[in-house]
C-alpha cells in the first residue's frame, strides 16, 4: 500500500505509511549499506519488514522533495540517533511507528526549528495512571486520574504522544529532561520545553485521530522563538 496523505498540519505534510507484510525487494535495494545491516539485526522478521518499509518509505517521500533518488540521499545523525538529510539540512521530518502503521511528518523548507511526531495504536491500558505518574508531566498525572475510567485511555494516549512528539523534536529521547506539561486535550496548544544547555523555547503541539489506523497522532513544532510563536499561533487561528 502506497503512503496515505493526510491533511497538511501546522505548515507541514504528514503521511501514514502501512508496515505489515512483507518488504519489497525495491525496498531494500534504496537503503543504504548501514541500514540495511540494521534491519539485518532484528530478531523478528516482523520488525526487520516494519523498518525496511518504512525507511524506503521515509526515502521515497523525502526524494521527492529534493530532486533525489531515494538510493541516493545520505543521512547525518544526532547524538541520539535523529536523522538529517545531508543533501537538504533546512529540511525537517520525523518517522514514528506503532504496530503495523507509521507517521511521518515533513517540513521540506525548514520553517520549524526542529520537529517531532509520534503515533500510538488505540487499546486498552491497565494501571494507565500509575504508569503516567513515571512518563508524564505530574499536572498531566492528576488531570487523568480525575478522569471517568471509560475516558482514560484516550486521554493517555493523547498526552503520551503529545509528549514523545515534544521529546522526539528536542532530540533527547527519554534521557532529555523531565516531561513537558502538554496536556490531556487534542487541541493544538504552546508547549514549554527546556532543552538541555539552552534557553528555554516554545513548542507548538497538536493531536489528531487517525482512523486508517485506530491510532492517535501528534506533532511539535519548536518554534524559532517566543515571540514567533505566538505570531505562529495567530497565523495558525486565522487559517482554521
Known sequence: MPPIALPPRAGCTLWLIALGGAATSGAHAVLAADERERAARFRFDRDRHRFVIGRAALRELLAAQVGESAAALRFTYGEQGKPALAQAPHCRFNLSHSGDWGLLALDPLGTCDALGVDIEILRPIRDAVPLAATVL????????????????????????????????????????????????????????????????????????????????????????????????????????
Open 137 to 240: 508531566d505530574a499536572g498531566d498525572t492528576q488531570a487523568l486520574a480525575a478522569l471517568a475510567p471509560a475516558a482514560v485511555p484516550r486521554a493517555f494516549f493523547t498526552a503520551w504522544t503529545r509528549g514523545e512528539a515534544c521529546l522526539k523534536a528536542m532530540g533527547t529521547g527519554f534521557s532529555g529532561p523531565n516531561p513537558p506539561a502538554v496536556g490531556l486535550d487534542p487541541a493544538a496548544r504552546r508547549v514549554r520545553l527546556a532543552l538541555p544547555g539552552a534557553d528555554e523555547r516554545m513548542a507548538w503541539v497538536e493531536s489528531f485521530d487517525l482512523p486508517e489506523a485506530g491510532a492517535i497522532g501528534s506533532l511539535a513544532l519548536v518554534l524559532p522563538g517566543k515571540a514567533q510563536c505566538r505570531e505562529y499561533e495567530h497565523e495558525m487561528a486565522d487559517a482554521a
